[in-house]
T-cell receptor, first 110, second 113 residues
């Protein structure tokens, strides 16, 4: 059974601080890794994807991938109240299907 | 504007009824997906289709059926055989199965009365 694990939270972070979200996966054959943001009652929207070991930066967001340790993380710098949402980690397996984590609820405190 | 539409936004079903959820996309995407999301859980794959007139079961297909007669449309029927259908249903599409971004519709919230 392929699994993607996330801490459900909630993770509470002060405004302006760095939020760090983590995700581990079980399938070593996984090639692509995705972070989606989902506001309450809404559909997920893609923030970033990464497929090479190391860091990938896009504005205030940085995705980090370590295939040897089978984890992927998302850093949000200068956290804003609008970043409060559930963050879903998804991993594309060798059959091109996305395996989803249950999500981490992030709360940014003003 | 290109995108994915789902209807209705809210749907109430009596026990024993079949209901059909609509999903339409004008992105010219080949692949389409149906997911179910329960509170506090991730997305679980119900069915997916990579090409017209072909579809595959996902992890939780029992009690559901789909069709893919047109590239733009991928309706989902929740049958009376689905014992616990109350959930948030999400339709998604991607350019092809190797594509990186799944685009999601706004979702349909189904409640069984």
């Amino acid at each position: 059974q392929k699994e993607v694990e996330q801490n459900s939270g909630p993770l509470s972070v002060p405004e302006g601080a760095i939020a760090s979200l983590n995700c581990t996966y079980s399938d070593r054959g996984s090639q692509s890794f995705f972070w989606y943001r989902q506001y309450s009652g809404k559909s997920p929207e893609l923030i970033m994807f990464i497929y090479s070991n190391g860091d990938k930066e896009d504005g205030r967001f940085t995705a980090q991938l370590n295939k040897a340790s089978q984890y992927v993380s998302l850093l949000i710098r200068d956290s804003q109240p609008s970043d409060s949402a559930t963050y879903l980690c998804a991993v594309k397996d060798s059959n091109y299907q996305l395996i989803w984590g249950a999500g981490t609820k992030l709360i940014i405190k003003p | 504007d290109g995108g994915i539409t789902q209807s209705p936004k809210y749907l109430f079903r009596k026990e024993g009824q079949n209901v059909t959820l609509s999903c339409e996309q004008n992105l010219n995407h080949d692949a389409m997906y149906w997911y179910r999301q329960d509170p506090g859980q991730g997305l679980r794959l119900i069915y997916y289709s990579q090409i017209v007139n072909d579809f595959q079961k996902g992890d939780i297909a029992e009690g559901y059926s789909v069709s893919r007669e047109k590239k733009e449309s991928f309706p989902l029927t929740v049958t009376s055989a689905q014992k616990n259908p109350t959930a948030f249903y999400l339709c998604a599409s991607v350019a092809d199965r190797t594509g990186n971004e799944q685009f999601f519709g706004p979702g349909t919230r189904l409640t069984v009365l």
